[in-house]
């Protein structure tokens, strides 16, 4: 998979969950870096995830080094403190033999200072209005992903309905009920 997301010690599971069905929607890899704010393994998990986890392509670290020695490609840190939109990036321009990482901090604290300072190039921000900090994460995650889908032509996915059909709307009939 081209298009990775990374969440650096998540501490919400529903934010989680909702990345994680994301991911599956968006045919991305998800890489979890510890420690995470929640038990993976737990039912309750499962169900913030409605269930993607069973389709979700997943990979747990025990910390950033961990995840940065095992995963080679383009690293984009999402924070506050970036000076320029996911858009401003040419994600098209990176060559397709490349992976892309999207790098999402925890909810509380986001991705430690000295890993943004050491990647200043590659930070990045969502514009908003001053009087908001920042998204919920997964809605964050969420409009990153696609970003760089749209530049990258969608790839692998499916601009029509698959599930109902095509022309499900065309063939539609209100007088029957299913």
């Known amino acids: 998979?081209?298009?990775?997301?990374?969440?650096?010690?998540?501490?919400?599971?529903?934010?989680?969950?909702?990345?994680?069905?994301?991911?599956?929607?968006?045919?991305?890899?998800?890489?979890?870096?510890?420690?995470?704010?929640?038990?993976?393994?737990?039912?309750k998990f499962r169900r913030s995830t409605t269930n993607h986890i069973t389709w979700a392509d997943y990979n747990i670290y025990e910390n950033y080094e961990d995840f940065a020695s095992k995963n080679e490609g383009e690293y984009f840190f999402m924070t506050r403190y970036g000076k320029k939109p996911p858009s401003d990036i040419d994600f098209a321009g990176i060559p397709s033999d490349k992976k892309i990482y999207l790098i999402f901090g925890k909810e509380s604290t986001g991705v430690p200072k000295e890993i943004l300072k050491a990647?200043?190039?590659?930070c990045f921000r969502l514009p908003m209005t001053a009087e908001c900090r920042s998204l919920n994460?997964?809605?964050?995650?969420?409009?990153?992903?696609?970003?760089?889908?749209?530049?990258t032509g969608y790839q692998g996915l499916s601009l029509t309905e698959v599930q109902k059909g095509e022309d499900y709307l065309e063939s539609y009939d209100e007088t029957l009920k299913f």
């Open 119 to 122: 990647n200043l190039d590659r």
């Open 1 to 43: 998979m081209r298009i990775n997301v990374v969440l650096f010690e998540p501490e919400i599971p529903q934010n989680a969950g909702n990345i994680m069905r994301t991911c599956v929607a968006a045919a991305c890899k998800l890489h979890l870096i510890k420690p995470l704010g929640f038990d993976i393994d737990n039912p």
């Open 137 to 151: 994460l997964s809605n964050a995650a969420a409009i990153v992903i696609y970003e760089v889908l749209r530049q």
